[in-house]
């Protein structure tokens, strides 16, 4: 069978290369210092709770930053099969548990992108964001008080860095804010 390379072929490899390129930035370990306090603070010691946790959050806020930031509408969604590919394939997800981790992801993205669509984004949602980590970390009763503001300020450094990784595999975004980046394009 031959293989159509027609330019929308063409462009749709590239979506697809640029969003493997975007979650291969984006999921990086967190540092053992984060996973140790999340793990204090939070998850009553629990170091892999706390390590999948903010795994979870990363790759959740990296979603958000595509759906939201990107040049293209299409871009987010690019991003989540990309996402889904590297997740059934994910050798620290135990053999026959792939549904389970999509299932969790799935739950915390949704929270994630409950408390970031609430009041305009990250500048006003950072202390719910902070919370849903906190909560999905621990039983939500110490979701308040002294670990919160160490877990804004980790999800703003996550969302940072999705935003940089964004810029630098699919460019910079210099629109209107009236304008939708898919009008954009067609201008």
Request: glycine share 6%; proline share 5%.
């Amino acid at each position: 069978m031959l293989i159509p390379l027609t330019p929308p072929w063409h462009a749709q490899r590239e979506r697809a290369r640029k969003a493997n390129s975007y979650v291969t930035a984006v999921r990086v370990e967190p540092t053992e210092a984060d996973v140790t306090w999340l793990a204090n603070a939070a998850a009553e010691g629990d170091i892999d709770h706390a390590r999948w946790e903010l795994r979870y959050a990363r790759t959740a806020l990296a979603v958000l930053a595509a759906e939201r930031d990107a040049l293209d509408d299409r871009t987010g969604s690019d991003v989540v099969a990309a996402l889904g590919i590297v997740l059934a394939a994910d050798t620290r997800i135990e053999t026959g548990m792939q549904a389970l981790a999509t299932r969790q992801f799935n739950d915390r993205l949704s929270a994630y992108r409950e408390a970031f669509a609430t009041r305009g984004g990250l500048v006003g949602s950072g202390e719910r964001l902070g919370r849903v980590l906190l909560a999905f970390a621990s039983d939500g009763a110490r979701s308040a008080g002294a670990p919160l503001p160490r877990a804004v300020e980790l999800l703003a450094t996550y969302a940072a860095e999705a935003n940089d990784a964004l810029r630098q595999v699919y460019g910079a975004a210099n629109l209107p804010e009236h304008i939708p980046p898919s009008e954009a394009n067609a201008r």
